[in-house]
């Protein structure tokens, strides 16, 4: 059974970068699936970040393009995301999940706070 | 961007009571639809693929339809365990993949 597991600050400041990093378990990160992150504001619903195949190729949402930026350490089964320059419409739970082609799979989530 | 709307956006139904919940898209995704239920401080969960195919482990309950634009969740007869937020998410056209607002299914 694959699992992951969010890790990272829950409280970041406005304008700073919120660096998180999913730990992948129970499966391997070198297969035919796509490693994501997805992000809910408290309250409310889902949106998609973007994902990294275990080659490195990413896909991206337009809408976060220019502030993000998702990586892959294969030796250590794992995939970080960098999301820069943030405000506080940046605070939500944010996920990793596995997606193949759906998402099948998905960490705990961990809170992050955009706030000074 | 493709857009999927989902009515109701709240649903009261009883234990025993069969729920439909809808969710509109934009323009075709094809079959490229899936069904996510989410309960508080959890994870969503995948409950149908490809519109109609129950993920593994999934009850028989649950069930999907709808093809293009329009599909629908059907729960047969709800237990205590389905009151949650469901959500659609589409996979036709990307990025981004999106999903529905969401349907809270509460209980009456």
Redesign the interface.
Known sequence: QVQLQESGPGLVKPSGTLSLTCAVSGGSFISSNWWSWVRQPPGK????I?EIYYTGTT?????LKTRVTISADKSRNQFSMNLYGVTAADTAVY?C?R?G????F????TLVTVSS | ?IVLTQSPATLSLSPGERATLSCRASQSVSTYL?W?QQKPG?????LI?DASNR?TGIPARFSGSGSGTDFTLTISSLEPEDFAVY?C?Q?SD?????????TKLEIK
Not at chain 1, 45 to 48: A, D, K, P, S, V
Not at chain 2, 94 to 102: D, K, L, R
């Open positions: 619903g889902l949106e998609w973007g896909n991206y949402n337009p809408s996920y999940a997606r082609p759906y998402f099948d998905w960490g705990q989530g | 961007e899936a996510y959890q994870a969503p969960r995948l693929d993920a959500y998410q996979r990307w990025p981004p993949y999106t999903f529905g607002q969401g």
